[in-house]
């Protein structure tokens, strides 16, 4: 286990070995990530990155804010997968109150969910991509995520920071026509994935830059928490959606790919193989969509429809309760974990019984996944470091938070 | 759906195996229980936590050998203040668990799981910056979040949400 745990400090003028400064404003970093790496030619010797530049404090936010007004707050977090985000949280104090959701709030969850996690990949998928150097799919990728973004646009209203799941289910019945485009979207898909495929898998010059590179053994993943695809392409069987089901995830039908090798092309597999699996959820939500309300019945907490505020004196009165002083959640606490695009994204939510959360702690799957750099990257050259950053998908306003 | 009440009592926890392994090891480990929501939580005497979250990792019959997370709760002004907080998971068996310690407001410490599970070294670097909690044994003690020269630990309950002015 000595060998995980990464060497202190980097002390300049060693013996042959010069101290590099990468970031916090190289393109490659995805975002602003700082890499202090000590160099021997260019061999990494030893490796240390550096992150705090994006803390914003949102989890001391979040504790003066009544428990609706922190959904917002949380697709601040992660930028590329708002919704993920926004479930773990509603899930948590969903829990903590013991609140029943309609089935189909949970499925349209599920089927934005999933959705968010194509978002998400692509991202990764495209910048990955152009850090080893290929452009074209860096484009054709944000081709397709502006598609997901206009669907997100129609729904919620954003094309960024959704904020569409809400404590007690989901904020609006989405508009009419918009499970149209989506199985539009989610027929064409596919033969996009095969596009990116063609460009990329067979590819020499990527299965040069990316098979062997950046290796870590499941042991050395599990140890270093590491998770999601970043544990799956080291070949450890885990998803929690399948594991520890959550929001109806029970009910649909996908597999977990893994990778054999653990680097940076297994990672790359895994991710494109998920997809696959994301899109076919998508459309197991479309045909198996139940029919009935939205929103929990549960009127002390979840805001009253607009027309039964406009007509309804006691709508009214829950509508100004709800928005002035908040509700009240018993106390407790929760830890809920669900599956993020880049792994175990959990929240951990405790009550004192008052309208605002006592604590809510954020779980990050990057933190504990940028962990295993240092051990992916020593021994390496500085290029493979450009591909380890790319492989775990980071996401520095997860991480600092 | 209506809660169930909380289960504090270690008679009928005894069969959790997580709560089972530690009693078996040393009873005084073992502070109290909680079973709410269908979340176990363990409260593990201070010096026991590292040898504690050995043996769970360990354990051949529901080994927790994944560390999901590590992080605190202050309780201002209420003593002990500090609740740390350890989420376990075990990845063949999809089981959870939750350790507690808890520590005094005047130089809150304990030891360093980081010999444990190398990934503690950045979540305990994290409470350490912003609770200000000591993990003895930890390689590389230095603030992770918020710069070097910071005054005060920020999520702390009596430091003001819009910081010192």
């Not at chain 1, 926004?86 to 829990?95: H, R």
């Not at chain 1, 898998?201 to 290796?215: D, E, L, Y």
Request: proline share 7%; with cysteine; charged share 25%.
């Amino acid at each position: 286990m000595a060998h995980l745990t990464p060497t202190p400090v980097l002390e300049p003028g060693q013996d042959k070995t010069m101290i590099l400064n990468m970031g916090p404003q190289h393109p490659s970093t995805h975002g602003v990530l700082r890499v202090l790496l000590e160099i021997d030619g260019e061999t990494v010797v030893r490796m240390m990155p550096d992150i705090g530049f994006l803390h914003t404090g949102i989890e001391k936010t979040c504790e003066a804010k009544f428990y609706q007004q922190v959904v917002p707050l949380t697709d601040r977090i992660d930028y590329l997968c708002p919704m993920t985000n926004n479930l773990c949280y509603v899930l948590a104090v969903e829990k903590l109150l013991g609140l029943e959701i309609p089935p189909r709030a949970q499925w349209i969850r599920v089927m934005m969910n999933e959705l968010t996690r194509i978002n998400s990949h692509l991202v990764w998928l495209g910048t990955h991509a152009m850090d080893i150097g290929a452009m074209t799919v860096f484009l054709y990728c944000f081709r397709e995520r502006e598609d997901i973004l206009r669907l997100f646009e129609a729904i919620s209203g954003q094309r960024m920071m959704t904020s569409y799941f809400r404590i007690g289910g989901i904020a609006l019945e989405p508009p009419l026509g918009f499970f149209d485009r989506l199985r539009k979207f989610a027929d064409k898909f596919p033969s996009r994935v095969d596009e990116y495929e063609g460009l990329l898998t067979g590819n020499p010059i990527w299965k040069m830059r990316t098979q062997g590179v950046a290796k870590i053994s499941a042991e050395d993943a599990i140890a270093l928490g590491a998770s999601g695809p970043t544990l799956r392409g080291s070949g450890v069987d885990i998803d929690l959606r399948r594991d520890a089901p959550y929001t109806g995830y029970e009910n649909f039908k996908f597999k977990v790919p893994l990778g054999k090798n653990g680097d940076v092309f297994d990672r790359y597999m895994c991710r494109v193989a998920e997809l696959r699996e994301s899109i076919g959820m998508v459309k197991q939500a479309l045909d198996g969509l139940p029919s009935g309300p939205v929103k929990a019945n549960a009127p002390k907490v979840v805001l009253p429809d607009r027309e039964k505020m406009k007509t309804e004196m006691e709508s009214l009165i829950y509508h100004f309760k709800i928005i002035t002083e908040g509700f009240q959640v018993p106390e407790g606490e929760v830890y809920q974990a669900i599956e993020s695009p880049r792994g175990e994204m959990g929240y951990y939510v405790v009550s004192d019984g008052s309208s605002k959360p006592y604590r809510v702690h954020m779980r990050s799957a990057c933190l504990a996944n940028m962990q295993t750099l240092p051990t992916m990257c020593e021994g390496r050259l500085i290029a493979d470091v450009v591909a380890a950053i790319g492989s775990i998908d980071i996401v520095l306003g997860e991480i600092d938070r | 759906m209506a809660l169930a009440p909380a289960v504090t009592d270690l008679e009928q926890l005894k069969g959790h195996p997580a709560v089972a392994r530690l009693l078996a090891w040393n009873p005084k480990a073992v502070e109290g229980v909680n079973f709410d929501r269908d979340e176990m939580t363990i409260y593990v005497e201070r010096s026991a936590i590292r040898e504690a979250c050995a043996l769970l990792r360990d354990d051949s019959n529901c080994p927790f050998n994944y560390l999901s997370d590590v992080t605190c709760v202050d309780w201002y002004p209420s003593e002990p203040r500090f609740h740390v907080v350890y989420h376990l998971f075990s990845i063949p068996k999809k089981e959870r668990v939750r350790l507690k310690v808890k520590l005094n407001g005047d130089a809150p410490a304990l030891e360093s799981v980081t010999s444990v599970w190398p990934g503690a070294n950045y979540f305990e670097r994290e409470v350490f910056d912003l609770f200000g909690i000591r993990f003895n044994g930890h390689p590389y003690l230095r603030r992770l979040l918020m710069p070097e020269n910071w005054e005060g630990h920020p999520l702390r309950k009596d430091y003001p949400v819009e910081g010192y002015r």
